[in-house]
Protein backbone atom coordinates (compact mmCIF):
# COMPACT_ATOMS: atom_id res chain seq x y z
CA UNK A 1 0.00 0.00 0.00
CA UNK A 2 1.35 3.60 -1.16
CA UNK A 3 1.94 5.86 1.99
CA UNK A 4 3.00 9.26 2.60
CA UNK A 5 3.66 11.42 6.07
CA UNK A 6 3.07 15.06 5.85
CA UNK A 7 4.66 16.95 8.51
CA UNK A 8 8.01 15.62 9.99
CA UNK A 9 8.76 17.37 13.40
CA UNK A 10 8.60 15.67 16.83
CA UNK A 11 5.98 12.81 16.69
CA UNK A 12 6.59 12.01 12.78
CA UNK A 13 9.21 8.98 13.63
CA UNK A 14 6.62 7.05 15.59
CA UNK A 15 4.42 7.58 12.10
CA UNK A 16 7.44 6.55 9.65
CA UNK A 17 8.73 3.27 12.20
CA UNK A 18 4.79 2.09 11.93
CA UNK A 19 5.01 2.65 7.97
CA UNK A 20 8.18 0.31 7.86
CA UNK A 21 6.84 -2.00 10.78
CA UNK A 22 3.56 -2.60 8.48
CA UNK A 23 5.97 -2.97 4.88
CA UNK A 24 3.80 0.10 3.57
CA UNK A 25 5.61 1.52 0.25
CA UNK A 26 6.88 5.10 1.64
CA UNK A 27 6.33 7.38 -1.46
CA UNK A 28 6.91 10.47 0.04
CA UNK A 29 7.53 12.18 2.95
CA UNK A 30 6.47 16.15 3.35
CA UNK A 31 7.62 18.92 5.26
CA UNK A 32 7.76 22.51 4.77
CA UNK A 33 11.17 23.20 6.54
CA UNK A 34 13.53 20.75 4.33
CA UNK A 35 16.13 19.72 7.01
CA UNK A 36 12.95 18.41 9.13
CA UNK A 37 12.76 15.81 6.65
CA UNK A 38 16.69 14.73 6.83
CA UNK A 39 16.67 15.02 10.49
CA UNK A 40 13.30 12.17 10.73
CA UNK A 41 15.17 9.60 8.53
CA UNK A 42 18.08 9.95 10.70
CA UNK A 43 16.43 8.92 13.53
CA UNK A 44 14.81 6.29 12.27
CA UNK A 45 17.66 5.01 10.41
CA UNK A 46 16.71 5.30 6.72
CA UNK A 47 19.43 6.97 4.06
CA UNK A 48 17.79 10.04 2.76
CA UNK A 49 18.28 8.98 -1.14
CA UNK A 50 15.82 6.12 -0.59
CA UNK A 51 12.26 8.49 0.07
CA UNK A 52 11.32 11.20 -1.95
CA UNK A 53 11.44 14.18 -0.22
CA UNK A 54 8.68 17.18 -0.66
CA UNK A 55 8.07 20.74 0.38
CA UNK A 56 4.14 20.97 -0.81
CA UNK A 57 2.49 18.21 -0.05
CA UNK A 58 -0.28 19.11 -3.09
CA UNK A 59 2.43 18.23 -5.31
CA UNK A 60 3.38 14.76 -3.53
CA UNK A 61 -0.41 14.39 -3.70
CA UNK A 62 -0.55 14.54 -6.88
CA UNK A 63 2.62 12.75 -8.17
CA UNK A 64 2.83 9.84 -5.81
CA UNK A 65 -1.18 9.17 -5.37
CA UNK A 66 -0.39 7.48 -2.31
CA UNK A 67 -3.73 5.28 -0.72
CA UNK A 68 -2.34 5.99 3.06
CA UNK A 69 -1.45 9.51 4.14
CA UNK A 70 -0.32 10.15 8.05
CA UNK A 71 -1.01 14.70 8.69
CA UNK A 72 1.48 15.01 11.77
CA UNK A 73 1.46 19.26 11.37
CA UNK A 74 0.60 21.18 14.03
CA UNK A 75 -3.00 20.58 14.92
CA UNK A 76 -4.82 23.70 13.25
CA UNK A 77 -3.35 22.53 10.03
CA UNK A 78 -4.76 18.97 10.31
CA UNK A 79 -8.72 20.18 8.90
CA UNK A 80 -7.18 21.85 6.15
CA UNK A 81 -4.39 19.10 4.57
CA UNK A 82 -6.58 16.15 5.55
CA UNK A 83 -9.81 17.53 3.49
CA UNK A 84 -7.09 17.99 0.57
CA UNK A 85 -6.20 14.65 1.00
CA UNK A 86 -9.64 12.94 0.95
CA UNK A 87 -10.35 14.97 -2.23
CA UNK A 88 -7.63 13.09 -3.97
CA UNK A 89 -8.47 9.65 -2.66
CA UNK A 90 -6.15 9.31 -0.29
CA UNK A 91 -7.40 7.03 3.13
CA UNK A 92 -6.34 9.28 6.40
CA UNK A 93 -4.70 8.84 9.78
CA UNK A 94 -4.59 12.11 11.40
CA UNK A 95 -2.59 12.94 14.63
CA UNK A 96 -4.75 14.14 17.49
CA UNK A 97 -6.85 16.54 17.95
CA UNK A 98 -8.50 15.59 14.59
CA UNK A 99 -9.26 19.30 14.19
CA UNK A 100 -9.32 22.11 16.45
CA UNK A 101 -13.57 22.81 15.36
CA UNK A 102 -16.43 20.89 15.40
CA UNK A 103 -17.19 22.49 12.02
CA UNK A 104 -14.05 20.41 10.59
CA UNK A 105 -14.24 17.23 12.39
CA UNK A 106 -17.38 17.14 10.54
CA UNK A 107 -16.37 18.39 7.70
CA UNK A 108 -14.01 15.49 7.61
CA UNK A 109 -16.44 13.09 8.30
CA UNK A 110 -18.60 14.11 5.78
CA UNK A 111 -15.95 14.14 2.90
CA UNK A 112 -14.91 11.04 3.58
CA UNK A 113 -18.11 9.04 3.83
CA UNK A 114 -18.72 10.74 0.88
CA UNK A 115 -15.65 8.98 -1.22
CA UNK A 116 -15.95 6.42 0.51
CA UNK A 117 -12.52 6.56 2.46
CA UNK A 118 -11.60 5.91 5.88
CA UNK A 119 -9.99 8.46 8.58
CA UNK A 120 -8.63 7.37 11.59
CA UNK A 121 -7.90 9.97 14.76
CA UNK A 122 -4.37 8.99 15.50
CA UNK A 123 -5.06 8.34 19.42
CA UNK A 124 -2.62 5.35 19.77
CA UNK A 125 -3.14 4.71 23.42
CA UNK A 126 -5.93 2.51 22.89
CA UNK A 127 -4.07 0.19 21.77
CA UNK A 128 -1.67 -0.17 24.00
CA UNK A 129 -1.98 -4.07 25.70
CA UNK A 130 -3.39 -2.61 29.33
CA UNK A 131 -6.49 -0.39 27.60
CA UNK A 132 -7.18 -3.51 24.68
CA UNK A 133 -7.39 -5.80 28.22
CA UNK A 134 -9.42 -3.65 30.42
CA UNK A 135 -11.36 -3.16 27.21
CA UNK A 136 -12.34 -6.47 26.90
CA UNK A 137 -13.47 -6.23 30.64
CA UNK A 138 -15.80 -3.21 29.58
CA UNK A 139 -16.89 -5.12 26.76
CA UNK A 140 -17.50 -8.72 28.69
CA UNK A 141 -19.59 -7.14 31.36
CA UNK A 142 -17.32 -7.70 34.13
CA UNK A 143 -17.57 -4.09 35.61
CA UNK A 144 -21.18 -4.87 36.29
CA UNK A 145 -23.09 -1.34 36.10
CA UNK A 146 -20.74 1.85 35.70
CA UNK A 147 -20.09 3.71 38.51
CA UNK A 148 -17.58 6.31 37.48
CA UNK A 149 -14.18 6.53 36.34
CA UNK A 150 -11.16 9.22 36.42
CA UNK A 151 -8.27 10.45 34.14
CA UNK A 152 -5.60 11.86 35.70
CA UNK A 153 -2.62 13.42 33.74
CA UNK A 154 -0.22 14.48 35.63
CA UNK A 155 2.92 16.37 33.00
CA UNK A 156 5.26 18.37 32.83
CA UNK A 157 5.97 21.39 29.89
CA UNK A 158 8.66 23.36 30.14
CA UNK A 159 9.50 26.71 28.37
CA UNK A 160 12.04 24.88 26.45
CA UNK A 161 8.92 22.58 24.88
CA UNK A 162 6.76 26.00 23.21
CA UNK A 163 10.22 27.40 22.18
CA UNK A 164 10.75 24.98 19.70
CA UNK A 165 7.67 24.88 18.07
CA UNK A 166 5.69 28.50 18.88
CA UNK A 167 2.34 27.44 17.88
CA UNK A 168 2.07 24.89 21.02
CA UNK A 169 -0.01 26.57 23.36
CA UNK A 170 -1.60 29.14 20.81
CA UNK A 171 -5.50 28.91 20.36
CA UNK A 172 -5.10 29.19 16.32
CA UNK A 173 -3.03 25.77 16.10
CA UNK A 174 -2.59 23.94 19.15
CA UNK A 175 -5.03 24.38 22.48
CA UNK A 176 -3.24 23.80 25.95
CA UNK A 177 -2.67 21.10 28.68
CA UNK A 178 -6.26 19.18 27.74
CA UNK A 179 -6.32 19.80 23.75
CA UNK A 180 -2.92 18.66 23.50
CA UNK A 181 -1.39 16.58 26.15
CA UNK A 182 -4.55 15.09 27.58
CA UNK A 183 -7.25 14.46 25.25
CA UNK A 184 -5.63 10.93 24.71
CA UNK A 185 -6.64 10.31 28.03
CA UNK A 186 -9.99 11.73 27.79
CA UNK A 187 -10.79 9.75 24.35
CA UNK A 188 -10.24 6.50 27.06
CA UNK A 189 -12.69 7.75 29.58
CA UNK A 190 -15.02 8.41 27.30
CA UNK A 191 -14.47 5.31 25.18
CA UNK A 192 -14.56 3.25 28.28
CA UNK A 193 -17.87 4.90 30.11
CA UNK A 194 -19.62 4.42 26.99
CA UNK A 195 -18.95 7.16 24.54
CA UNK A 196 -22.34 9.21 25.53
CA UNK A 197 -21.66 12.36 27.41
CA UNK A 198 -24.87 14.83 28.46
CA UNK A 199 -22.81 17.51 30.50
CA UNK A 200 -20.00 18.37 31.46
CA UNK A 201 -18.76 21.29 34.71
CA UNK A 202 -14.98 22.20 34.32
CA UNK A 203 -12.40 24.72 35.38
CA UNK A 204 -9.25 25.39 33.62
CA UNK A 205 -6.73 28.04 34.25
CA UNK A 206 -3.41 29.06 32.90
CA UNK A 207 -1.07 28.86 36.69
CA UNK A 208 2.39 28.30 35.81
CA UNK A 209 2.84 29.19 31.53
CA UNK A 210 2.11 33.15 31.42
CA UNK A 211 3.98 32.05 27.95
CA UNK A 212 1.18 30.24 26.27
CA UNK A 213 -1.98 31.14 25.17
CA UNK A 214 -3.69 28.14 25.89
CA UNK A 215 -4.71 26.25 29.97
CA UNK A 216 -1.90 24.77 31.80
CA UNK A 217 -4.80 23.04 34.67
CA UNK A 218 -7.66 21.64 33.73
CA UNK A 219 -10.69 20.35 36.06
CA UNK A 220 -13.71 18.78 34.84
CA UNK A 221 -16.80 16.35 36.20
CA UNK A 222 -18.32 14.56 33.32
CA UNK A 223 -21.77 13.03 33.25
CA UNK A 224 -22.38 9.93 30.75
CA UNK A 225 -25.63 9.30 30.01
CA UNK A 226 -25.45 5.61 31.29
CA UNK A 227 -26.04 7.27 34.64
CA UNK A 228 -22.17 6.96 35.55
CA UNK A 229 -19.42 10.16 36.20
CA UNK A 230 -16.28 10.64 34.94
CA UNK A 231 -13.36 13.21 36.80
CA UNK A 232 -10.76 14.50 34.65
CA UNK A 233 -7.81 16.40 35.87
CA UNK A 234 -5.20 17.46 33.48
CA UNK A 235 -2.03 19.40 33.84
CA UNK A 236 1.35 19.80 32.32
CA UNK A 237 2.03 21.83 35.66
CA UNK A 238 3.98 19.00 37.34
CA UNK A 239 7.19 19.53 38.67
CA UNK A 240 9.71 18.53 37.73
CA UNK A 241 9.08 15.97 35.15
CA UNK A 242 6.00 13.70 33.83
CA UNK A 243 4.79 12.02 37.06
CA UNK A 244 1.84 9.82 35.76
CA UNK A 245 -0.75 9.08 33.24
CA UNK A 246 -3.78 7.52 35.07
CA UNK A 247 -7.03 5.77 34.37
CA UNK A 248 -9.11 4.61 37.33
CA UNK A 249 -12.63 2.70 36.52
CA UNK A 250 -15.03 1.56 38.73
CA UNK A 251 -18.14 -0.48 38.81
CA UNK A 252 -20.36 -2.57 40.81
CA UNK A 253 -18.23 -5.73 40.77
CA UNK A 254 -14.85 -4.31 39.66
CA UNK A 255 -12.05 -1.56 39.80
CA UNK A 256 -9.13 -1.65 37.57
CA UNK A 257 -6.10 0.92 37.32
CA UNK A 258 -4.49 1.64 34.60
CA UNK A 259 -1.26 3.70 35.99
CA UNK A 260 2.44 4.36 34.05
CA UNK A 261 3.71 7.43 32.28
CA UNK A 262 1.17 6.74 29.89
CA UNK A 263 -1.32 4.07 31.25
CA UNK A 264 0.76 1.40 29.93
CA UNK A 265 0.78 -0.69 33.31
CA UNK A 266 -2.43 -2.28 34.97
CA UNK A 267 -1.59 -1.56 38.41
CA UNK A 268 -5.15 -3.00 40.25
CA UNK A 269 -6.91 -5.41 38.48
CA UNK A 270 -10.14 -6.42 40.71
CA UNK A 271 -13.08 -8.44 39.49
CA UNK A 272 -15.91 -10.17 41.44
CA UNK A 273 -16.50 -12.55 39.07
CA UNK A 274 -12.41 -13.03 38.42
CA UNK A 275 -11.60 -16.08 36.31
CA UNK A 276 -8.00 -15.27 35.62
CA UNK A 277 -4.88 -14.60 38.07
CA UNK A 278 -5.00 -11.02 38.61
CA UNK A 279 -1.37 -10.60 38.94
CA UNK A 280 -0.61 -12.68 35.92
CA UNK A 281 -2.83 -10.52 33.90
CA UNK A 282 -1.22 -7.36 35.61
CA UNK A 283 2.29 -8.81 34.44
CA UNK A 284 0.93 -9.63 31.22
CA UNK A 285 -0.48 -6.54 30.05
CA UNK A 286 1.79 -4.10 31.07
CA UNK A 287 4.47 -2.23 29.52
CA UNK A 288 7.69 0.19 29.81
CA UNK A 289 8.12 2.15 26.63
CA UNK A 290 11.10 4.29 26.28
CA UNK A 291 8.15 7.76 26.20
CA UNK A 292 5.11 8.23 26.41
CA UNK A 293 4.16 8.13 23.23
CA UNK A 294 4.32 4.37 23.66
CA UNK A 295 4.03 1.72 21.29
CA UNK A 296 0.57 2.39 19.47
CA UNK A 297 1.56 3.96 16.11
CA UNK A 298 2.24 0.43 14.90
CA UNK A 299 -1.01 -1.51 15.99
CA UNK A 300 -2.95 1.26 14.93
CA UNK A 301 -1.61 1.66 11.37
CA UNK A 302 -2.19 -2.32 10.60
CA UNK A 303 -5.70 -1.48 12.51
CA UNK A 304 -5.95 1.50 9.36
CA UNK A 305 -4.44 -0.86 7.19
CA UNK A 306 -6.86 -3.56 7.28
CA UNK A 307 -10.20 -1.46 7.89
CA UNK A 308 -9.02 -0.14 4.28
CA UNK A 309 -8.38 -3.92 3.03
CA UNK A 310 -11.80 -5.05 4.24
CA UNK A 311 -13.88 -2.03 3.85
CA UNK A 312 -14.45 -1.56 7.35
CA UNK A 313 -13.94 0.85 10.41
CA UNK A 314 -10.95 1.20 11.78
CA UNK A 315 -11.22 1.32 16.02
CA UNK A 316 -10.63 4.56 16.40
CA UNK A 317 -12.05 6.38 13.34
CA UNK A 318 -13.13 10.07 12.80
CA UNK A 319 -16.28 10.18 15.37
CA UNK A 320 -14.43 9.16 17.99
CA UNK A 321 -11.57 11.62 17.20
CA UNK A 322 -14.62 14.03 16.95
CA UNK A 323 -15.91 12.96 20.14
CA UNK A 324 -12.83 13.15 21.87
CA UNK A 325 -12.24 17.13 20.78
CA UNK A 326 -15.89 17.50 21.79
CA UNK A 327 -15.22 17.00 25.16
CA UNK A 328 -12.58 18.84 25.68
CA UNK A 329 -14.14 21.76 23.87
CA UNK A 330 -16.83 21.50 26.57
CA UNK A 331 -14.44 21.49 29.26
CA UNK A 332 -13.15 25.03 27.72
CA UNK A 333 -16.96 26.27 27.30
CA UNK A 334 -18.10 25.09 30.99
CA UNK A 335 -15.00 26.69 32.35
CA UNK A 336 -15.08 30.15 30.04
CA UNK A 337 -18.81 30.70 30.56
CA UNK A 338 -18.53 29.52 34.38
CA UNK A 339 -21.49 26.77 34.05
CA UNK A 340 -22.43 22.99 33.22
CA UNK A 341 -22.49 22.69 29.65
CA UNK A 342 -25.22 20.55 27.49
CA UNK A 343 -23.36 17.71 24.94
CA UNK A 344 -23.96 17.67 22.19
CA UNK A 345 -22.12 20.58 21.32
CA UNK A 346 -23.14 22.27 18.18
CA UNK A 347 -20.43 24.68 16.83
CA UNK A 348 -17.23 25.40 19.14
CA UNK A 349 -13.61 25.78 18.35
CA UNK A 350 -10.73 26.57 20.33
CA UNK A 351 -10.01 30.39 18.39
CA UNK A 352 -13.64 30.78 20.63
CA UNK A 353 -11.31 31.13 23.60
CA UNK A 354 -8.83 33.51 22.18
CA UNK A 355 -7.61 35.66 24.98
CA UNK A 356 -9.25 33.37 28.01
CA UNK A 357 -6.54 34.09 30.23
CA UNK A 358 -5.03 37.53 29.25
N1 LIG B 1 -0.01 10.87 19.26
C1 LIG B 1 0.82 11.47 20.07
O1 LIG B 1 1.17 10.94 21.13
C2 LIG B 1 1.37 12.82 19.71
C3 LIG B 1 2.53 13.29 20.31
C4 LIG B 1 3.02 14.55 19.92
C5 LIG B 1 2.32 15.31 18.98
N2 LIG B 1 1.16 14.83 18.46
C6 LIG B 1 0.39 15.63 17.48
O2 LIG B 1 1.12 15.60 16.26
C7 LIG B 1 1.04 16.85 15.61
C8 LIG B 1 2.45 17.38 15.41
O3 LIG B 1 3.05 17.61 16.65
P1 LIG B 1 4.64 17.74 16.79
O4 LIG B 1 4.91 17.94 18.22
O5 LIG B 1 5.29 16.61 16.06
O6 LIG B 1 4.86 19.12 16.00
P2 LIG B 1 6.18 19.69 15.35
O7 LIG B 1 6.06 21.17 15.33
O8 LIG B 1 7.37 19.09 16.01
O9 LIG B 1 6.10 19.12 13.86
C9 LIG B 1 5.17 19.57 12.92
C10 LIG B 1 5.85 19.55 11.57
O10 LIG B 1 4.90 19.84 10.53
C11 LIG B 1 5.55 20.63 9.57
N3 LIG B 1 4.55 21.32 8.73
C12 LIG B 1 3.80 22.39 9.04
N4 LIG B 1 3.01 22.73 8.01
C13 LIG B 1 3.24 21.84 7.03
C14 LIG B 1 2.74 21.67 5.71
N5 LIG B 1 1.81 22.48 5.21
N6 LIG B 1 3.23 20.65 4.98
C15 LIG B 1 4.16 19.83 5.48
N7 LIG B 1 4.68 19.95 6.72
C16 LIG B 1 4.24 20.94 7.47
C17 LIG B 1 6.42 21.57 10.40
O11 LIG B 1 7.44 22.19 9.62
C18 LIG B 1 6.96 20.59 11.44
O12 LIG B 1 8.15 19.98 11.02
C19 LIG B 1 0.16 17.73 16.49
O13 LIG B 1 -1.15 17.69 16.00
C20 LIG B 1 0.25 17.08 17.85
O14 LIG B 1 -0.92 17.29 18.63
C21 LIG B 1 0.69 13.61 18.78
Keep these: MKYALIGCGRISPNHLEAAL ?18 ILLEKVGV ?33 KIALDCLDLGANLIIEKPISLSLEDADNIIKKSKE ?41 NRGKDYYTQAPWRGTWEQDGG ?11 LLRWM ?21 AEDLGMAIVKFK ?3 YGIIEGTTDIYPKN ?6 LFGRKGTVKAG ?15 KENPEKVKQENSEMPKNIYGFGHTPLYKNVITAIQNHTKPLVDAEAGKRALELVLAIYKSAAEGRPVKLPLDKCSTTDFIGRFK
Excluded at 23 to 29: A, H, S
Excluded at 260 to 274: M, P, R, T
Design 47 to 79: AKDKIKHYTDYHEMLQKEKPELVAIATESGKHA
Design 193 to 213: MGDEVTEVCAYTDNLNHDYIE
Design 226 to 228: NGS
Design 177 to 187: ALMNQCIHNID
Design 260 to 274: GKSVNIIEEWLFENE
Design 115 to 155: KGLVVCANHQNRFNKSIQKIRKAVEDGSFGKMLYGTAHIRW
Design 21 to 38: NNNLEIVGICDIIPEHMD
Design 243 to 248: LEETLY
